[in-house]
């Protein structure tokens, strides 16, 4: 990541990921080897292992009440930007809860995202999906399914009913890859049929990757636990 400034609350990761200058703006869990590219926003989301997300991509990003008398947030908690004006607090009421941004957002594992695509707050997009650049996703994407658009709607399967079913039981990304295995990247088929044996043999184990928290603080921020005085995380490994 870029700077700790980009935390708002918490993210966990899993493992070495990669969120650039992500904005992450409320409780977050990001699995292995996953990436967001540049100018990219998410919150309160889930998203698993291997997924690639293009830049300027929003994942459940915040929304506003529609059937209030405004749709702004000086009706209710959470925005701090105006704390100091002194005309803010003639309009602001910081007692009511607004509760339609307390959903999660779920990205399954090898999801592609593509650039400046919108994900709604509360929508799950199964494992293997692709979502096309430009599309708005507001409700649940089928695993393996490729859509596009605005609304976002299904183009086709990435593969055939039978091998999205046998990919999505093999749940391969939980595994360390024997060699034999990942010499058959370009043959889901062979992929598979090599994958299903080294269980058997027990040449392919579930792979254990520790999790690391950071959090935004009154103070600053932690990981762990203890203090990250420098706002780089490069400086922390």
Same mark, same amino acid.
């Given at each position: 990541?870029? =700077?700790?400034?980009?935390?708002? *609350?918490?993210?966990?990761?899993?493992?070495? /990921? !990669? @969120?650039?200058?992500?904005?992450?703006?409320?409780?977050?869990? @990001?699995?292995? +080897?996953?990436? &967001?590219?540049?100018?990219?926003?998410?919150?309160?989301?889930?998203?698993?292992? +291997?997924? =690639? @997300?293009?830049?300027?991509?929003?994942?459940?990003?915040?929304?506003?009440?529609?059937?209030?008398? =405004?749709?702004?947030?000086?009706?209710?908690?959470? &925005?701090?930007? +105006?704390? %100091?004006?002194?005309?803010? *607090?003639?309009?602001?009421?910081?007692?009511?809860?607004?509760?339609?941004?307390?959903?999660?957002?779920?990205?399954?594992?090898?999801?592609?995202?593509? !650039?400046?695509?919108?994900? *709604?707050?509360?929508?799950?997009?199964? $494992?293997?999906?692709?979502?096309?650049?430009?599309?708005?996703?507001?409700? %649940?994407?089928?695993?393996?399914? @490729? /859509?596009?658009?605005? #609304?976002?709607?299904?183009?086709? *399967?990435?593969?055939?009913?039978?091998?999205?079913?046998?990919? &999505?039981?093999?749940?391969?990304?939980?595994?360390?890859?024997?060699?034999? /295995? !990942?010499?058959?990247?370009? =043959?889901?088929?062979? +992929?598979?049929?090599?994958?299903?044996?080294?269980?058997?043999?027990? %040449?392919?184990?579930?792979?254990?990757?520790?999790?690391? $928290?950071?959090? !935004?603080?009154?103070?600053?921020?932690?990981?762990?636990?203890?203090?990250? #005085?420098?706002?780089? /995380?490069? %400086?922390?490994?």
């Amino acid at each position: 990541m870029g =700077s700790l400034k980009q935390i708002v *609350r918490s993210v966990c990761f899993e493992g070495a /990921v !990669r @969120i650039g200058d992500t904005g992450c703006l409320g409780d977050e869990r @990001i699995g292995l +080897f996953s990436y &967001l590219g540049k100018g990219s926003e998410m919150k309160n989301s889930d998203i698993g292992r +291997f997924c =690639s @997300i293009a830049a300027n991509v929003a994942i459940g990003p915040p929304e506003h009440p529609t059937d209030w008398v =405004s749709s702004h947030p000086i009706q209710y908690d959470g &925005l701090r930007w +105006f704390d %100091d004006c002194e005309h803010w *607090r003639q309009y602001e009421d910081h007692g009511t809860v607004f509760r339609g941004n307390r959903k999660r957002t779920v990205i399954g594992h090898d999801v592609w995202i593509g !650039r400046n695509a919108i994900i *709604r707050q509360g929508v799950t997009v199964g $494992t293997g999906a692709i979502i096309g650049a430009n599309a708005f996703v507001g409700k %649940d994407v089928a695993p393996y399914s @490729i /859509v596009g658009g605005v #609304p976002a709607n299904p183009i086709r *399967r990435r593969f055939s009913d039978e091998l999205c079913e046998r990919l &999505l039981e093999s749940e391969w990304w939980d595994y360390q890859m024997p060699l034999n /295995v !990942r010499e058959h990247y370009r =043959s889901p088929e062979r +992929f598979l049929e090599e994958l299903e044996a080294a269980i058997v043999n027990g %040449d392919a184990v579930r792979s254990s990757i520790p999790t690391r $928290t950071v959090r !935004r603080t009154a103070g600053g921020y932690t990981l762990e636990g203890e203090a990250l #005085p420098d706002p780089r /995380v490069a %400086d922390h490994p």
